[in-house]
Nanobody, 125 residues
Framework: QVQLVESGGGLVQAGGSLRLSCAAS????????MGWFRQAPEKERDIVAG????????YYADSVKGRFTISRDNAKNTVYLQMDSLKPEDTAVYYC??????????????????WGQGTQVTVSS
């Protein structure tokens, strides 16, 4: 089982940038497909971006395409979400998540098994 801890959230003005990090426990981080999700108040949790086990394949929600970049460093057991050109509608709690070992990347919330505690991102107008 992998444990995930997010960091890097905060308050930023519209047009600004933040970089989220998600540190994973364990020695087999490269076996886990990873995703970043977000949940705004009174809304469902939605995928923001996903990345395959070796980082070769990525997925972005249409709302963040061209502004956000997901990446991973398997040697450091960390996945990142670089967020540029932030908008007020990006305000949410951001979560990183992992699928069970060996499974391919998914864009479906229910197919992720391990979750971090979340980090708040607030974008002011």
């Amino acid at each position: 089982q992998v444990q995930l801890v997010e960091s890097g959230g905060g308050l930023v003005q519209a047009g600004g940038s933040l970089r989220l990090s998600c540190a994973a426990s364990g020695r087999t981080f490269g076996n886990y497909a990873m995703g970043w999700f977000r949940q705004a108040p009174e809304k469902e949790r939605d995928i923001v971006a996903g990345i395959s086990r070796n980082g070769g394949n990525t997925y972005y929600a249409d709302s963040v395409k061209g502004r956000f970049t997901i990446s991973r460093d398997n040697a450091k057991n960390t996945v990142y979400l670089q967020m540029d050109s932030l908008k007020p509608e990006d305000t949410a709690v951001y979560y990183c998540a992992a699928r069970r070992p060996g499974l391919v990347m998914s864009i479906t919330v229910d197919e992720y098994n391990y979750w971090g505690q979340g980090t708040q991102v607030t974008v002011s107008s």
